[in-house]
């Protein structure tokens, strides 16, 4: 099956989560739906023997497209023998520190 966002939309909640995946092209592409009908977009992966899981967003406030971006990124990255999930905390952290780091700079620059 291939998603679109009329498809997405339409996944019914059911007594217990499930997940969907896309299809041959994006074998790791999945949208999880929660029993409350929460849609999470999933890459699901094998990194050094072990099966991974990693949320790539929540529908809709991250679009079709973008999850497809986020995947390939993924895909990219295991292609370059690094974990996805790995780099997406990287990332996260190094996002942090530039949040913390900036309000100090401009306190100091005051000075």
Do not use: C
Request: hydrophobic share 40%; no cysteine.
């Amino acid at each position: 099956m291939s998603f679109t966002d009329a498809s997405l939309k339409s996944l019914p909640p059911k007594d217990k989560r499930y997940v969907v995946r896309e299809g041959k092209a994006r074998k790791g592409f999945a949208v999880r739906v929660s029993t409350a009908g929460v849609k999470v977009f999933l890459h699901i992966y094998d990194y050094q023997k072990k099966r991974r899981w990693m949320i790539l967003g929540v529908f809709p406030e991250m679009t079709l497209a973008e999850a497809h971006l986020k995947y390939a990124e993924g895909v990219k990255d295991l292609k370059d023998g690094k974990d996805p999930q790995a780099v997406q905390a990287e990332a996260i952290e190094e996002e942090k520190r530039e949040e913390i780091t900036e309000p100090n700079m401009a306190r100091l620059a005051e000075l």
